[in-house]
């Protein structure tokens, strides 16, 4: 018993210490924009501001408009992210509970698109999106997040581990199956779907590279950009303003992570017991 | 439901195959440029107030730019200048937008997808961008549009030599200089003092700076608490030192790249690299050298490195960080030896210009490329950015003379740029990111010991020559 309680205690202390390492960058992060200039250029560790204050927060919403790049990335992340839950779903549906002919052929090929890095496409894509007039709007920054191979591959393994009995018996019952999609596999998915919506939130939030090749309206500037307009290679770097900007960039993730993170615990737990 | 899925895939198939064979096809040729109107009611020589607009209705100009943080702010700030001054009597509306800081980049990925309607009418791009962007259909080079000597507010003239040398690539005055600096050698006057040197007369030459890092280097045992010098040597710090040797130097062949297509180095086999080598070897030497640059500005202004050299544009940010902590200053590029006479390049950036089909536009382009380079616009833009004015009228005008007198650390870099050959320029190697690359990671082994002085050199010379015959045997024509 003892021996249990110490077992425990070490591995606590070990995955808190783990914890603690995560986030003290983040931690730091969030303390920097609360500093002066002065404060953040000492030579000495100096982890804490002397007093909060919001100039650097005020600084970083003069020189960018941030507010309209959050709006834009949450247009751009929640859309993009509800269409790639919607269509690795479906497309996995029929990769997991049909039969096909070269079906198994048709899924290599759809993984074997990963093995393709986004920058050799990039122009390609580019000229598609251009030609089909969609630079400068929502969805041709959204395009080429649509679909993603890694998440179709997540929902079919899910998929697999469901009860072939109840698709049959529904079946049997009469359901049809986008039906049986709708109202009993979809509900059923909570863990992958929250796992899958999290990441591609989180990805694309963070997207530099093609939203700014795609746009060349300042109004249509997403979040990383706006970071980016606050770093000057001549002017040097504007530590405060940056980490402020930076915080108020984090919010939006930290709020998904926070709303799905029962889901996904307990998708994780769903998974652990067979039968 | 079988067929039906069949159905959907094969056409999406064929959809997906289409769009592949008309990408393939897809000519990458812009639309003919349209050859401006002659309009001589908008000439600027006693022309009517009420007739200079260009058109019923304003012009509007796109200008796409790299410029970040408070620089922004100054550039937006020239820009809302014009459009209430020049820009309303003419009929002309810009609107600035941020492109990432690497404009070039994004217009050769629209020339590539052969996307010409979205590329801007005015763009500001470094000058490495400059021999792809003159190849595209739509540029028109500020040359040509001298030549026809229309709406000429900027003088051909008042641009300074150094700067217009900077933008010409085959004769052709390419773009309008805008946001210019130069290479200097930022010093400690405190620290210099307290090292018993003189903080009025810093190192002129690689030599002394050698001597002086040894006596400004602390030391708490075996770690250096101040170094002496921090600088990573990378392209753009060796094309000034080995551009500067002698009367000047090329670096390349076909004048640098500004002739020509530049096919190879040229600092190997006439010895300017090795000369640069010898002298560097001995900054290696003193133990006080830091040559990798993590947060330079900052580190200098925290006392941490007494030397560091980098562009004149830091100066504004440095006067920022430092305020009235200590005393410093700045000196001109110390020479390889002290019989150079060939001064430092131009850094920085030019505005260009394209013809997108609307003769009007372009006239409002022109009329903007220019006011950017005119006096206010360069005496507003580059005293809130601490870039170097590129209009030689300027430094007659009062208030430069009075904003010269009271930022003391821009002298020396105006000083340096005017006395600078206009022939020594960055040059226009094509291949600019990996001769960067090859030159950071060359020098770098050599500071730290882990490359000789020989096998830097040829490694550098080889590497760089690769990379260019790479370039060659698939680019020209």
């Known amino acids: ?83 790639r839950v919607a269509v690795a779903g479906l497309a996995a549906f029929s990769f997991a509970f049909f039969d096909f002919k070269g079906k198994n052929v048709l899924f290599m090929l759809c993984m074997s698109t990963m093995m393709i890095p986004g920058d050799v496409v990039l122009i390609t894509n580019y000229k598609t999106v251009a030609d089909l007039g969609l630079t400068d709007t929502y969805f041709g920054m959204m395009s080429m997040f649509l679909v993603s191979v890694m998440n179709i591959f997540m929902f079919r393994q899910y998929y697999l581990t469901f009860s072939m009995e109840i698709y049959e018996a529904s079946k049997v019952d ?6 049986f999609f709708i109202k009993i596999l979809f509900p059923l998915s909570k863990p992958v779907t929250a796992t ?14 093609w939203p700014m090749i795609v746009t060349n309206k300042d109004t249509m500037r997403t979040v990383q950009v706006g970071v980016t307009m606050l770093n000057s290679r001549d002017g040097g770097t504007i530590y405060g303003p940056i980490m402020a900007a930076s915080v108020m960039v984090l919010v939006p993730t930290v709020i998904i992570f926070i709303l799905f993170q029962k889901q996904i615990a307990g998708g994780m737990m769903a998974g652990s017991v067979k039968g | 439901m079988k067929k039906t899925l069949s159905f959907v895939m094969a056409a999406g198939l064929i959809l997906s195959l289409g ?3 008309q990408g393939a096809s897809t000519k990458t040729k812009a639309p003919t440029a349209a050859v401006p109107e002659p309009t001589t009611a908008a000439q600027t020589t006693g022309t009517p107030e009420e007739t200079k607009r260009i058109s019923d209705k304003d012009v509007e100009v796109s200008f796409w730019h790299h410029m970040e943080g408070t620089n922004a702010s100054a550039l937006e700030t020239a820009v809302n200048h014009f459009n209430e001054t020049t820009g309303k009597e003419y009929g002309i509306v810009v609107t600035p937008s941020f492109q990432g800081s690497n404009t070039a980049e994004k217009l050769n ?48 003239e008042s641009i300074i030599a150094n700067n217009a040398r900077t933008f010409t690539y085959k004769d052709k005055l390419c773009a309008i200089p805008f946001s210019n600096s130069t290479i200097l050698l930022y010093y400690n006057k405190e620290l210099f003092k307290a090292a018993g040197l003189d903080p009025e007369n810093p190192p002129k030459t690689i030599a002394e700076m050698a001597d002086a890092i040894t006596k400004l280097t602390a030391k708490d045992g075996n770690e250096v608490t101040t170094y002496g010098l921090n600088v990573q040597v990378k392209r753009y710090q060796l094309v000034n030192w080995v551009g500067g040797e002698g009367d000047f130097n090329f670096i390349g062949d076909n004048e640098g790249g500004r002739a020509g297509l530049m096919s190879k180095v ?24 830091k040559p990798v640059e993590d947060n330079i500005n ?82 507003d833009f580059c005293t809130a950015s601490g870039y170097i004015p590129m209009n030689k009228d300027l430094y007659e005008e009062e208030r430069m003379k009075t904003y010269l007198s009271e930022n003391t650390a821009m002298v020396a870099a105006v000083d340096q740029l005017m006395a600078s050959n206009p022939n020594v320029q960055e040059p226009f190697d094509i291949v600019t990111g990996d001769i960067n690359s090859i030159i950071d990671e060359e020098m770098l082994a050599f500071a730290q010991g882990t490359s000789d002085k020989q096998t830097t050199h040829d490694n550098i010379v080889n590497k760089c020559n690769e990379k260019l015959e790479a370039y060659v045997k698939v680019n020209a024509k």
């Open chain 2, 109 to 156: 990925t629209l020339a590539q997808a052969g996307d010409w309607k979205n590329f801007p009418d005015v763009c500001q791009v470094a000058s490495a961008g400059i021999p792809a962007i003159s190849g595209y259909d739509l540029f028109v080079a500020p040359e040509d549009m001298y030549a026809k000597g229309e709406d000429i507010l900027l003088p051909r």
């Open chain 1, 174 to 179: 009469g359901c049809g199956n986008f039906i």
């Open chain 1, 196 to 209: 899958v919506f999290i990441s591609s939130f989180v990805s694309t939030w963070n997207t530099y590279l």
């Open chain 2, 266 to 289: 040229t600092f190997g086999e006439d010895g300017s690299l090795m000369t640069y080598l010898n002298e560097w070897e001995k900054v290696i030497a003193t133990g006080g050298y």
């Open chain 2, 19 to 21: 769009a592949c064979g």
């Open chain 2, 298 to 379: 900052e580190e200098f202004a925290m006392q941490l490195s007494a030397m560091a050299i980098m562009s004149s544009a830091r100066i504004a940010k440095l006067n920022d960080l430092i305020g009235d902590s200590f005393e410093w200053g700045t000196a001109p590029f110390p020479k390889v030896n002290a019989e150079d006479k060939g001064g430092t390049a131009v850094g920085g950036s030019g505005i260009v210009m394209f013809d997108k089909g609307n003769a009007d536009e372009l006239r409002a382009s022109w009329i903007f490329q220019q006011y950017l380079g005119g006096e206010d616009a360069q005496y």
């Open chain 1, 1 to 83: 018993m003892k021996k249990k309680t110490v077992q425990s205690i070490l591995y606590q202390s070990f995955c808190l210490l783990i914890g603690l390492m995560t986030i003290a960058p983040i931690l730091y992060a969030v303390s920097l924009s609360f500093m002066e200039q002065r404060e953040i250029l000492t030579k000495g560790i100096h982890l804490l501001p002397d007093k909060i204050q919001w100039k650097n927060y005020k600084e970083a919403l003069r020189l960018t408009h941030l507010v309209r790049y959050m709006l834009n990335s949450l247009i751009l992340a929640g859309g993009s992210s509800v269409i």
